[in-house]
């Protein structure tokens, strides 16, 4: 999938940073697009960026990124 045609979009809206919803796999192709157009804004992203597989399909991509998730005490319990 290309989001070339809409990051470009973005990039020239001169936004101070990007938040992304999308799930793991099409958030993959964004970051990595971004950084391809040499884009080093702040991304932050759904609960879908802390899936293992976001950081696989987005390789170093990924760092850097930052993900927003809601509190739980039954998660943090187990920690």
Known sequence: IDFTA???RLRGANPD???DWSRY???ALIIRQLRQMQSNL???GS???AVPAFVELAG???E???YVT?????TAANS
């Open 6 to 8: 809409q990051l470009t």
């Open 64 to 66: 850097g990124v930052i």
């Open 70 to 74: 809601p509190f739980s005490i039954a």
């Open 17 to 19: 940073a990007v938040l």
């Open 47 to 49: 609960d879908g960026y």
């Open 42 to 44: 702040p991304i932050f």
């Open 60 to 62: 170093a991509a990924a």
């Open 25 to 27: 796999t099409a958030g």
